[in-house]
């Protein structure tokens, strides 16, 4: 419905952009949450929310009756001291879990197993200054996969198909035969 109002209050030919986090967002976080807590409470359930994957995306942008729908994405690298500061960051951002079927609260022991499997895992060594000037430290990574969506409202004037049967040439003339190369 959203994408519906935003193309209702659009000028013909108007130019709707967006970004979002998709798809393939903090896996990291997702494999350390699984891992802790099968070990402390013996089953799953979700703690990252789904995201929209970019196949999606065109597809909503059509139905809410965009043209012209043009999609592409990033993925971004983000360090943190260790997985304690990225899950307190998330939560100050107000991005904590709202799926439904969850369970009422974590324990305190399965978090500190998550961000401990966290730091485990996903560390990244970087050179530290200290004394000897030799000593490494670690911050973990987290990935963040960014949807960039450009959709524009209908207007006459925007190009569209050609007739079938206008061709000028065929297929076949611009393809490259492998055999006499």
């Known amino acids: 419905k959203v994408l519906a109002e935003a193309r209702r209050v659009l000028k013909p030919d108007g130019c709707f952009m967006l970004a979002m986090v998709g798809g393939t967002t ?3 976080l997702r494999v350390s949450m699984v891992l802790a807590e099968l070990e402390r409470e013996g089953g ?5 929310g789904p995201f929209v994957g970019l196949s999606d995306v065109g597809g909503l ?9 043009t999609l592409d994405v990033d993925t971004v690298k983000v360090t943190f001291p ?4 990225l899950m307190e960051h ?3 951002m107000g991005e904590s879990n709202a799926c439904i079927k969850r369970r009422d609260r974590i324990g305190f022991d399965t978090i500190l197993a998550a961000a401990c499997v ?6 990244v060594h970087i050179e530290g200054s200290s004394n000897n000037g030799k000593e490494e430290e670690s911050e973990v990574e987290a990935t963040v996969e960014v949807i960039y969506a450009i959709g524009w409202t209908p207007h006459e004037s925007q190009r569209g198909p050609l007739e079938r049967g206008t061709a000028t ?3 076949t003339d611009i393809t490259i035969d492998k055999g006499k190369e």
């Open 90 to 92: 998330l939560q100050r």
């Open 169 to 171: 040439g065929r297929l």
């Open 26 to 28: 903090l896996p990291e």
């Open 82 to 85: 260790n997985a304690g500061t």
């Open 118 to 123: 966290y730091d485990e895992l996903y560390a």
């Open 44 to 48: 799953v359930s979700p703690h990252v």
């Open 61 to 69: 942008l059509q139905s809410a009756g965009f043209t012209l729908p």
